[in-house]
């Protein structure tokens, strides 16, 4: 396996598990729990199989421990092995993880018609994301026969400072909220077109508070744009943004605003309304029930 990448993955996964790692000198942290998600974490897309020794060079463990922790992970359905390569990949039991979080999801149930009734409107692609930490995460998709990226599915994670969504989310967010992620995030280049200053975005940022919507102009894919608005809870945080995907080759940026604003815009506020009235219920109910 080249070192870059695996450096790459060692960094990756470093990041993803920086609070409960080791150094963080939690207490309550159950350190096999820990290096155990490590494992898993350290296959992708550039590392589909792993051999024992590459596994324990990703997740920078020593050969013992990584045999244990995917002898175990094997034993119990998360990993396979092959007999002859003896080489590791994911199962198919991981998915169970995500279909739990897309059952379990108020929010998702409550923007299944809004998303569907979106999508019936326009035959554009439609989705659903969630911030989290300085990423959005897909939380739900509606394709159109125009997808452009088939590479993004439920669960892909994006850069949330060069995506619509994000940046509608950041732009309900108290403002030392915004920047923190922005201050967080490593500001790269993905296409020409990626606004990275700090300054752009906060203007950008601005923008998606005064008008309701974000944008973005193939700031992450070649020949995507993108138009999202925040889906906020009764408090006025956001919780998710709705957002509609189309391809630069058949709208422009002005066509874009003019054609899917207003309805991007009203499907936010229509499934923030339903949030909030849902969380009223739940609070009376609960009320009563204490009663």
């Given amino acids: ?11 990756r996964i470093k990041s993803d598990h920086s609070e409960g790692g080791e150094g963080a000198r939690d207490i309550l942290m159950v350190g096999s729990v820990e290096k155990a998600f490590r494992v898993l ?115 892909t994670r994006l850069p949330a400072y060069c995506t619509a969504p994000g940046i509608a989310m950041l732009s309900r967010l108290p403002r030392d909220e915004a920047l923190d992620i922005l201050d967080r995030s490593e500001l790269r280049a993905y296409t020409p077109h990626t606004t990275r200053s700090v300054s752009a975005l906060i203007a950008k940022i601005k923008s998606a508070a005064a008008t309701g919507f974000a944008v973005q102009f193939e700031e992450y894919f070649h ?12 408090a006025g945080r956001p919780v998710g943004a709705v957002n509609l995907a189309v391809s630069t080759s058949r709208y422009s940026p002005d066509d874009l605003e003019k054609r899917f604003a207003s309805l991007v815009v009203a499907t936010g506020h229509s499934m ?20």
């Fill in 1 to 11: 396996m080249p070192i870059a990448k695996t450096k790459g993955a060692r960094a």
């Fill in 272 to 291: 923030s309304t339903h949030m909030g009235e849902s969380a009223v219920q739940s609070s009376r109910h609960r009320s009563k029930q204490r009663a």
């Fill in 41 to 155: 974490s350290a296959f992708d897309e550039q590392h589909r199989t792993l051999s024992l020794t590459e596994l324990a060079e990703v997740i920078d463990l020593d050969r013992s421990a990584t045999q244990r922790f995917a002898h175990t992970l094997t034993k119990l359905g998360y990993l396979r092995k092959d007999a002859a390569s003896k080489r590791f990949e994911l199962t198919a039991k991981l998915l169970s993880f995500g279909a739990h979080y897309v059952r379990a999801s108020a929010l998702v149930e409550r923007a299944m018609p809004y998303l569907m009734h979106l999508s019936k409107q326009t035959e554009e692609t439609v989705n659903l994301t969630v911030l989290d930490d300085t990423e959005i995460v897909f939380v739900a998709r509606f394709l159109s026969r125009h997808v452009l990226n088939n590479d993004v599915v439920v669960g």
């Fill in 223 to 234: 020949g995507d744009m993108s138009i999202a608005a925040a889906v906020l809870d009764s």
